[in-house]
């Protein structure tokens, strides 16, 4: 769980490593949220899947602080901070800031060091993430892609693992959303790649971003040898263009639409990753 991967990795040069079965705890599923708190699809995009934080949505600025000093803070401070040597703890929470006000857009880590103060280097900016990964807060998707080393030195997708981390630190609350805003249009990408982020973890599956000069493809998820291509669009944009060249140049298994033209996303939220397979 979160931070638990952390001491994980300490243990593995440890004299007892292999002598225990790994098994990851992620973030609540819609179904999960809605059975036990009777989540709308609305709900869980904005207010996440904590399930310590789901009686204080009617208090959205109480429900913010529980986010923000009960869970964000201590992920930092406590697990992150006091179990890794990070020489820059003014930087990492930077960086988790901005990775979740740009979550579902494509960063390049030097545009990243250009809006953050003392960044450093590439290098660090990578390490950094990774450790906010590891602790299932925020991550970078990679690029798509046969060659190793393009795919190893392309720039992260920035992606939450849980919506809360975006809405908690945003200056909107939920009774004034725009649903034709730019926030809320990388709100729904971003909850449909948290959805594929927590299988990749609990069960080996790959997630992936592809690009391509003007074509984008949302989300490449992989599982069981077989790959499939996630397409997110929100409000009447209907432009698969992207996805029908990604089709022709990978023959994936299958390309999906999530829109109001294919699976609208408050239905993405409710399936299981693998019966696309």
Not at 87 to 92: E, S
Request: charged share 20%; proline share 3%; hydrophobic share 35%.
């Amino acid at each position: 769980m979160g931070s638990s991967r952390l001491l994980i990795q300490q243990g593995l040069s440890e004299s007892l490593a292999g002598r225990y079965e790994l098994m990851y705890m992620g973030h609540w599923t819609y179904r999960e949220m809605n059975l036990a708190f009777g989540f709308s699809p609305i709900q869980y995009l904005w207010f996440g899947s904590y399930p310590g934080s789901a009686g204080l949505i009617s208090d959205e600025s109480r429900w913010k602080n529980y986010i923000i000093h009960s869970l964000i803070e201590p992920s930092i401070n406590k697990d992150i901070l006091s179990m890794t040597r990070v020489d820059k703890p003014a930087l990492l929470k930077k960086l988790f800031e901005l990775s979740c006000l740009y979550s579902g857009q494509i960063v390049s880590y030097n545009k990243m060091i250009g809006q953050l103060d003392n960044a450093g280097n590439t290098t660090t900016l990578a390490h950094y993430l990774n450790l906010l990964d590891s602790a299932g807060m925020v991550g970078g998707l990679a690029k798509y892609s046969s060659n190793m080393l393009k795919q190893k030195n392309s720039s992260p997708k920035l992606q939450v693992h849980n919506t809360a981390l975006m809405t908690a630190l945003h200056n909107t609350q939920f009774k004034n959303r725009d649903p034709n805003s730019d926030f809320w249009g990388r709100l729904v990408e971003s909850s449909i790649g948290s959805i594929l982020i927590n299988h990749s973890r609990q069960f080996g599956s790959k997630v992936y971003y592809w690009r391509d000069g003007n074509d984008e493809v949302d989300f490449i998820f992989q599982f069981q040898g077989k790959t499939i291509a996630f397409e997110v669009k929100v409000g009447k944009h209907n432009n698969m263009k992207s996805l029908s060249t990604f089709k022709q140049k990978f023959k994936p298994h299958k390309s999906i639409s999530i829109s109001k033209f294919g699976i609208p996303w408050e239905e993405f939220l409710a399936i299981n990753p693998e019966d696309f397979i």
